[in-house]
């Protein structure tokens, strides 16, 4: 079987300096230079990247078996994380599938659509008063997204904490991408450097904001997700979830259901401010199903091109740049060989601009998804069994919240701004997104 060509690197390193210093252009090279299986190695770590429809399919959901979550990765998000449903494998991870798929069934989480428009609603009045100043809309956006994963899943407004939460979390996955690409991986930062000392503080401020919230729960239970798992029972053994199983699914929560949104919504903006004519045609599909009045959920089949923006503003910056995956048993992709204890990486990012997949791949063309991608070739919440459980709902909060704002307000972007990219666990602006409100 014949070995990937890939991109050559030093005798020892390999190619993780280059991954260093900038893992978008890494792997987006790799593709366009080697192909749809591209192979380079990390130190001893041999790695691919691999980049079509169907090789993605095979590694997320045909031959999802082999291929799992014992990377660097994942062990180091295991420290913030813990074992929610992100990180965890096997039986585990299946039984707590299994408890939280009710509370993300179609009809439950359309009874979210209220509060996530009101939430919106008041993100929008508040911004309407800072016409003709600069904000960052990165920052607005996290904290409305806070509200909304707080308010719904959660059953609490953590929106005093959101500050707090927001640099804990962003420091936290800057930490954990930095780390995972060094020579010496060490996932547990036990020694007592300033720099340990500092992610365990990240940790700890996330920590005391899920406990609290966990208390206040046990206290008053209501109709939201954590609620839920605390009442739920284990089939077998009838065990409940202890506080600290409790607070690693909160926590995956606050990440998986807070960051990816906020950032999703983000880059819409950006991508709207970039291409008018796109605002306008959203703005007049908004005016003429919704004549000025609040989206609600039963609305969203109505507004094609609202769902449209989200979908191609996701293509072009999945908030889940990179899916990383163990290979546990030989394999062959392509017709090359995937050797045992190798890492396979399949990047959204990369797959959705492949030109073979899509017309100009690097242009904002919301049009294109009124039809159906290939299989394979457009897959933001990843796939197979472990697609993201919340795919669904993050969706309709996106186009909500999105509905909401673009009647009311519009962002411009500063003249000159030059929008950076960083690519740690979520695919995020690195400086923030200053832009005036119009």
């Not at 299994?98 to 659509?113: C, E, K, L, V």
């Not at 306008?280 to 449209?308: I, K, N, S, Y």
């Not at 690097?362 to 998804?369: C, K, L, M, S, V």
Request: glycine share 8%.
């Amino acid at each position: 079987m014949a070995r990937a060509p890939g991109p050559r690197g030093s005798l020892i390193l390999g190619n993780l300096p280059a991954l260093r210093r900038d893992p978008l252009g890494f792997f987006t090279r790799s593709f366009r230079e080697n192909g749809e299986v591209s192979r380079f190695r990390f130190g001893p770590l041999v790695g691919h990247l691999v980049s079509s429809p169907a090789g993605v399919n095979h590694v997320l959901a045909e031959n999802n078996k082999n291929y799992g979550k014992q990377t660097r990765g994942y062990d180091a998000l295991r420290y913030v994380l813990g074992k929610g449903l992100l990180t965890s494998e096997g039986e585990f991870w299946k039984r707590q599938r299994r408890i939280a798929q009710p509370a993300f069934h179609r009809q439950r989480i359309g009874g979210f659509a209220q509060a996530m428009v009101r939430a919106a609603g008041d993100c929008a009045q508040s911004l309407e008063q800072q016409r003709g100043r600069t904000v960052d809309v990165h920052h607005q956006m996290m904290r409305l997204t806070l509200r909304i994963v707080g308010e719904t899943l959660l059953g609490v407004d953590p929106s005093g904490d959101a500050d707090e939460v927001g640099s804990a979390l962003a420091f936290l996955l800057a930490a954990v991408t930095e780390r995972t690409s060094r020579i010496i991986f060490i996932a547990r930062p036990f020694l007592p450097t300033p720099e340990n000392l500092k992610l365990r503080r990240a940790r700890g401020t996330l920590d005391a904001v899920v406990m609290r919230i966990i208390s206040e729960r046990r206290k008053a239970p209501g109709p939201d997700l954590l609620s839920m798992l605390m009442e739920a029972r284990d089939e077998e053994t009838g065990e409940a979830m202890d506080d600290r199983q409790l607070r690693d699914e909160a926590m995956t929560i606050f990440l998986a259901g807070h960051e990816t949104t906020a950032n999703a919504l983000t880059f819409a903006w950006l991508l709207l401010s970039r291409f008018p004519a796109a605002l306008r045609e959203l703005r007049a599909e908004l005016q003429q199903v919704l004549q000025g009045r609040a989206p609600a959920v039963e609305d969203l089949p109505r507004l094609p091109f609202t769902r449209m923006v989200v979908q191609e503003s996701m293509r072009l910056y999945p908030p889940a740049w990179i899916i990383a995956r163990s290979v546990n048993g030989a394999d062959e992709i392509g017709g090359y060989e995937i050797p045992a204890g190798s890492i396979v990486f399949v990047s959204p990012y990369v797959v959705h601009r492949h030109p073979r997949l899509w017309d100009d791949p690097e242009g904002f063309d919301p049009q294109r998804f009124s039809r159906e991608p290939p299989r394979g070739a457009y897959f933001p919440f990843g796939g197979g069994p472990r697609q993201c459980i919340g795919n669904g709902f993050a969706t309709m909060e996106a186009e909500l919240v999105l509905a909401t704002l673009a009647q009311r307000v519009r962002f411009e972007l500063l003249p000159g701004e030059e929008v950076e990219l960083e690519p740690s666990i979520t695919l995020r602006p690195r400086h923030g997104l200053p832009m005036t409100v119009a």
